[in-house]
């Protein structure tokens, strides 16, 4: 429990610059692994599609549902 709690103590000094440029790295992250994987290119949409909805079910609830 100490590490996440270090974590979401460390995440807490993130500025949306910060956040952003993670993401930009996460996504550079994944040309390179499509670039040596390019099989992950041929998987049939659904499966984007999936993913894509179940990476953004927790996001979505904590932005609009919880109550802080």
Do not use: E
Request: aromatic share 16%.
């Amino acid at each position: 429990m100490k590490i996440i709690s270090f974590f979401n103590q460390r995440l807490k000094s993130f500025t949306i610059w910060d956040i952003k440029l993670a993401q930009l790295a996460a996504m550079f992250v994944l040309i390179i692994l499509i670039r040596f994987i390019p099989q992950i290119i041929t998987l049939n949409i659904w499966w984007y599609i999936a993913g894509c909805i179940l990476s953004a079910i927790r996001p979505m609830y904590v932005m609009f549902l919880k109550k802080n």
